[in-house]
Nanobody, 127 residues
Framework: VQLQASGGGLAQAGGSLRLSCTASDRASGRTISNNGVGWFRQAPGTEREFVAAISWRGGSTNYADSVKGRFTISRDNAKNTVYLQMDSLKPEDTAVYYC?????????????????WGRGTLVTVSS
């Protein structure tokens, strides 16, 4: 499964960005509709950290405390795409954002539960 993250860029503090993660598997035609999907981020010199996750049908979501109330994860299984709407951005949100597909259907927060990763998209928030 190949994951393509997009939507990153430069935003001012208090602004918004919307990230998209589209999955494709041309070899098998496999989709991610049966899997949980998560967003993680990594700032320079730090460990990759959990941001948000969504279960296979979108009925369950999970957020890091640092983004609760500001970020919203959603998915459109017909388009094989997961979104991360980021509002009220802060400079500390600056990082490379990665989407990942879980080994199961749940909205997991632990990195080891994910086995397919996209390349990441850079988000920079200026103060």
């Amino acid at each position: 499964v190949q994951l393509q993250a997009s939507g990153g860029g430069l935003a001012q503090a208090g602004g918004s960005l919307r990230l998209s993660c589209t999955a494709s598997d041309r070899a098998s035609g496999r989709t991610i509709s049966n899997n949980g999907v998560g967003w993680f981020r990594q700032a320079p010199g730090t460990e990759r950290e959990f941001v948000a996750a969504i279960s296979w049908r979108g009925g369950s979501t999970n957020y890091a405390d640092s983004v609760k109330g500001r970020f919203t994860i959603s998915r459109d299984n017909a388009k094989n795409t997961v979104y991360l709407q980021m509002d009220s951005l802060k400079p500390e949100d600056t990082a490379v954002y990665y989407c990942a597909v879980a080994r199961h259907a749940m909205a997991a927060s632990r990195l080891e539960y994910y086995h397919y990763w996209g390349r990441g998209t850079l988000v920079t928030v200026s103060s």
